[in-house]
């Protein structure tokens, strides 16, 4: 059984570019760091207007839903103490305040101001509103994710994607999809929680609260770890062994927090 604390998730969440080399120059690559919605954005950059539109415009109105949903469970929701009762408010009052910020963007949209976006150094895409930047992202974690998936099936419905991923990646991606692990939560102690899958992946939580993303969160990490596992079988299978005291950990420039594992890598 292997135990996941919420540091070590969070310096493992990092590691989404996976390299194996051999002295006899045998590579494989499997990038993660790089969402497969920023990969969607740099194909169609050199694309028509009419795509950029639709792009934003999808981008625009998944967020707007994913808001208003979140707003909606938050009315169930209930706080313990005052304290925690204020902030909840105040998180309804901005997300409702931004709510109206997203509708009058769309209004824009359909008034015929200038539609572009742009990806910052870190991967980021920020769709351009006439002169004004916004951010493509949701309220969490596990939103952020739900977003971007949205956005990729919407916008490949309409046009052909096909050349957009390489058949590898596709091909990793239906894999992923394909496998299912069962879970469970379980009360350590009165300060600790853990969700525990039939992989042998434990994970530490200092709360009960915010299940959904936490499980998304694990969900997620523990696929990106599967992938990895699968392709050093894989390179074991084709028969190149996998020397140890040769791993390394460097960062990727120009990434939001991204970093490599280099493996067999002569000095």
Not at 45 to 70: G, N, P, R, V, W
Not at 162 to 185: M, P, R
Request: aromatic letters at 12%; proline letters at 2%; glycine letters at 2%.
């Amino acid at each position: 059984m292997y135990k996941v604390t919420n540091s070590f998730c969070a310096r493992l969440l990092t590691v989404v570019s996976f390299i194996l080399l051999s002295s006899s120059v045998f590579a494989i690559e499997i990038n993660l760091s790089r969402s497969k919605l920023v990969q969607l954005a740099q194909h169609i950059e050199a694309d028509d207007l009419e795509k950029h539109y639709y792009f934003s415009q999808i981008a625009l109105l998944e967020m707007y839903d994913t808001y208003q949903y979140e707003l909606e469970r938050s009315l169930t929701q209930t706080a313990s103490t005052v304290e925690k009762m204020a902030k909840l408010r105040h998180w309804r009052f901005s997300v409702h305040s931004y709510l109206e910020t997203l509708n009058e963007y769309l209004y824009l949209m359909d008034s015929g101001v200038p539609i572009n976006y742009f990806i910052s150094p870190q991967d980021k895409i920020f769709l351009l509103i006439g002169e004004v930047p916004v951010i493509i992202s949701g309220p969490n974690v596990g939103a952020d994710k739900q977003i971007e998936r949205n956005i990729v099936e919407q916008f490949c419905l309409k046009y052909d994607c096909l050349n957009y991923f390489s058949q590898q990646e596709t091909a990793n991606e239906k894999e992923l999809l394909n496998q299912s692990y069962s879970s469970e939560w379980s009360i350590e102690s009165s300060n600790q929680v853990a969700y525990i899958m039939d992989n042998g992946l434990t994970f530490n939580f200092s709360a009960m609260n915010n299940r959904p993303e936490k499980e998304l969160w694990a969900n997620q990490l523990s696929d990106e770890l599967n992938l990895v596992l699968k392709n050093l079988h894989r390179t074991k299978e084709k028969g190149k062994k996998i020397d140890w005291s040769l791993l390394m950990i460097e960062s990727l420039p120009l990434t939001d927090n991204a970093y490599k594992i280099i493996i067999n890598q002569q000095q």
